[in-house]
């Protein structure tokens, strides 16, 4: 069954239907073909990133200081702490928020990340994926599984449309991100195989147009709180697959659209932190302030 | 099509792909072009790279990978207090205009009387190009083990090393000579998807009319 090429989404549903196989097997499969490598190396490669990540939130959890370009400091430990004194719920909602504000600001101050698929974008699998096994308990080897299937949807989203926030605004990164979570998720809460492949239809149609407008072209602003909105993206879209809703537009649509939509954005909304909340009033000040200590030393 | 891991990965110190990992790749690189460690680095950046390296630790990368790091050490937050705490004289300059790319950095090492200039790019995701070795113009992507050979131009160079080579069973990716070096000098890039044992690379420097052989590993 394996493919030598992943064209897009309908296929890895049909090769996973036709073999009664999860999306995963199917991408594990496809990595196995493709590099000729065998399936214990590359649950174990997977593994290795799987621990990065469950650490990546540990340490974000732990970290005190600003980060590089200070920014930003300890938003994951304030909303911990809103948590601890109960002025914010202690669910599924807040534990993911802060899981993913805690790895990608790990990542704003040169901690050690996955990207997932981007540097930028890093917090968000973890953040959904650690805050699900607490929850259900999975053991690790069936979210290293999740991880090819996560994998997987960026494969296609990276051939059909784009991973890269330059070239397709933040719905390329974050966005991208999410999707990949959601139908992760799917896939480990049980899902069927048309139900990850709806529920990353889903995510993705609530991100096309998101631009990414960095201020002072540094991942820390939008960036990081970006992470946690988007975590939870991935589970409303996931909740919503499980429960039987489907998405009217089929999702290799989705992906064409959020291609056209990348490529229909301005470059001043891509990466160039020339537009947006970049070119903001205080975006600016900021800019200016950070290329004068960058200029004058 | 790539693999699973470029979308599960790189496991990388942030914050960026391309202004932090590949900048570690580009220092490694740099490194390896020199053969030792420096007593002194010298960075320019270019462009994008000049505007954000604060922010994004990219005088820190470059310098970590000079130091042999790779871009998931936890090192290389650190790399410019280690290479104070080493002597390694580091002197970062800044120009706004870009260089063959955004991402663009000069990188020069120096010990004693020897020198090595490489400029490279990023370009996303870890990836890099060498632009320009020892200023002569070539294009490395570090996804080969990579040996340049460096002589004074004559004939018969090309085919002294490619015998070797050959006769070791090592086969060769891709092949490039520039000439556009300063003196008459050539250098001559050959990229092999094989290790290269030392044996090898000896049999290479001891081809009559050699200056010098550098072998740089890919980057993992
Ligand atoms: S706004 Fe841009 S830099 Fe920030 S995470 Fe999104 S794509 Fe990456």
Redesign the interface.
């Known amino acids: 069954m394996a493919l030598d ?2 064209q897009n989404f309908q296929q890895l549903v049909e090769t996973a239907l036709e073999n009664h196989c999860t999306i995963s097997e199917v ?1 594990l499969e496809y ?1 196995m073909e ?2 000729e490598k065998s399936r214990v190396e ?1 649950l174990e ?2 593994l ?2 799987w621990r ?1 990540m469950k650490n990546s939130v540990l340490e974000g959890m732990a970290k005190q200081e600003a ?3 200070g920014l930003v400091k300890g938003s994951a430990s304030i909303v911990e702490a809103a948590i601890a004194a109960k002025r914010i719920s202690e669910d599924r909602l807040s534990k993911t928020v802060l899981r993913a504000l805690a790895v990608a600001e ?15 974008s ?1 917090g968000i ?1 973890p953040a959904v994926l650690v805050t699900a096994q607490e929850e259900k308990n999975y053991p690790d080897d069936k979210i290293v599984m999740s ?2 299937t ?3 949807i ?2 296609v989203l ?2 059909n449309a784009s ?2 926030g ?1 070239e397709g605004g933040c719905q390329a990164e974050c966005g991208s991100a999410a999707s ?1 979570a959601a139908g992760a998720l799917t896939e480990l809460a049980g899902g069927t195989v048309n139900q990850v492949a709806e529920a990353v239809a889903l995510s993705l149609k609530n991100v096309l147009g998101l631009t990414c407008d960095p201020v ?5 602003v939008p960036c990081i709180k970006r992470n946690s909105f988007l975590a939870v993206n991935a589970i409303v879209a996931s909740d919503l697959a499980l429960a039987g809703i489907r998405s009217v537009i089929p999702v290799d649509e989705v992906i064409g659209a959020m291609k056209e939509t990348g490529e229909l954005m301005p470059l001043a909304l891509k990466e160039t932190a020339q537009g947006g909340l970049a070119a903001t009033p205080t975006g600016k000040v900021i800019g200016k302030k ?2 004068e ?3 004058e ?1 | ?17 391309s202004h ?2 590949g900048a570690v790749n580009l220092g490694r690189i740099a490194r390896q072009a020199f053969g030792r460690v420096p007593e002194k680095i010298r960075i320019v950046l270019y462009g ?1 790279f ?8 990219t005088d ?1 990368a470059i310098v970590a990978g000079v130091l042999g790091y790779y871009p ?1 050490s ?1 090192e ?2 650190q790399a410019l207090e280690i290479a104070r705490e080493l002597g390694i004289v580091v002197t ?1 300059a ?1 120009e706004k205009d870009n260089l063959y790319h955004p991402n663009t950095a000069r990188i020069e090492l120096s010990s004693g009387g020897m020198s090595t200039e490489i400029v490279g790019v990023s370009l ?2 870890g990836a890099v190009s060498i632009k320009e070795v020892f200023g002569f113009s070539i294009d490395i992507s570090g996804k080969y083990n990579t040996i340049l050979c460096s002589y004074p131009e004559q004939v018969g160079m090309v085919a002294r090393v490619t015998q070797i080579l050959a006769a070791e069973g090592i086969n060769i990716a891709f092949m490039e000579v520039s000439r556009s070096g300063r003196k008459s000098n050539a250098l001559m890039v050959v990229e092999v998807d094989d290790e290269i044992p030392e044996d090898v690379l000896n049999k290479v420097s001891e081809v009559s009319g050699m200056l010098g052989v550098r072998y740089i590993r890919k980057l993992s």
Not at chain 1, 106 to 119: C, K, Q, R, W
Not at chain 1, 216 to 220: A, D, I, M, R, T
């Open positions: 090429a992943i991408v990595e493709s590099t590359l490669q997977m290795g990133n990065v980060t590089m370009g790990l990542n704003a101050s040169m901690g050690l990340i996955v990207a997932a698929p981007t540097a930028g890093c699998l991880l090819f996560a994998a997987g960026g494969l990276a051939k991973i890269a330059a990949m002072g072209g540094l991942v820390e950070l290329q200590e960058t200029f030393k | 099509m790539g693999s699973v891991f470029d979308i599960i990965g790189p496991v990388m110190i942030g914050p960026s792909s932090t990992a994008s000049g505007a954000t390296y604060k922010g994004h630790g820190r998931h936890p290389v937050k970062i800044v996303g995701g």
